[in-house]
T-cell receptor
Framework: NAGVTQTPKFRILKIGQSMTLQCTQDMNHNYMYWYRQDPGMGLKLIYYSVGAGITDKGEVPNGYNVSRSTTEDFPLRLELAAPSQTSVYFC????????????FGSGTRLTVV | DAKTTQPTSMDCAEGRAANLPCNHSTISGNEYVYWYRQIHSQGPQYIIHGLKNNETNEMASLIITEDRKSSTLILPHATLRDTAVYYCIVVDNDMRFGAGTRLTVKP
């Protein structure tokens, strides 16, 4: 099992550019999540999904979009990158229900200049 | 907002038990308490979770008070590799992280 895989690991974007952060898991987990972590801070939930075709907003969804066409993949889209989106982005997944711990990816470090 | 309160930082001597407290006075009856840790800038790592009873696994023990308003994560024999930020989370519909406790294990 690869677990949760995030790509790319690092990326530098210019203001106004767009990009997609990829997240895939091979554990057949229904629940998937995107978090961002600013320096010295805890994680903030951006979006989450409870299954293919179902997504919902978290604490800080503005400036982001997601889709969930398959169980395995949960990409995060930034349409017009802003310096405020400079952060480390983590994807996580878990099996149905909350009796299981989340499995996190290794993160994508994004810098917007 | 996170539903938990944790100390900002703690120190522990290597080989000693590390006891990390967490207050969650507004916890509801069906909400679980989860603990994660984050080493450097890695993704958070699941440690343990519980509802009412105390729990133990190969990593740690979780002690939950009878009124469920607080809990303590115990690392029985802390090592230098246990230096990390530890997050206590009360799970409602999803998992919201607070600032956590920065544990430093010292030689």
């Amino acid at each position: 099992n690869a677990g949760v895989t995030q790509t790319p690991k690092f990326r530098i974007l210019k203001i106004g550019q767009s990009m997609t952060l990829q997240c895939t898991q091979d554990m057949n987990h229904n629940y998937m999540y995107w978090y961002r972590q600013d320096p010295g801070m805890g994680l903030k939930l951006i979006y989450y999904s409870v299954g293919a075709g179902i997504t919902d907003k978290g604490e800080v969804p503005n400036g982001y979009n997601v889709s969930r066409s398959t169980t395995e993949d949960f990409p995060l889209r930034l349409e017009l990158a802003a310096p405020s989106q400079t952060s480390v982005y983590f994807c996580a997944s878990t099996a149905t229900g909350f009796n299981y711990g989340y499995t996190f990816g290794s993160g994508t470090r994004l810098t917007v200049v | 907002d996170a539903k938990t309160t944790q100390p900002t930082s703690m120190d522990c001597a290597e080989g000693r038990a590390a006891n990390l407290p967490c207050n969650h006075s507004t916890i509801s009856g069906n909400e679980y308490v989860y603990w994660y840790r984050q080493i450097h800038s890695q993704g958070p790592q699941y440690i343990i979770h519980g509802l009412k009873n105390n729990e133990t696994n190969e990593m740690a023990s979780l002690i939950i008070t009878e009124d469920r308003k607080s809990s303590t994560l115990i690392l029985p024999h802390a090592t230098l590799r246990d230096t990390a930020v530890y997050y206590c989370i009360v799970v409602d519909n999803d998992m919201r992280f607070g600032a956590g406790t920065r544990l430093t294990v010292k030689p």
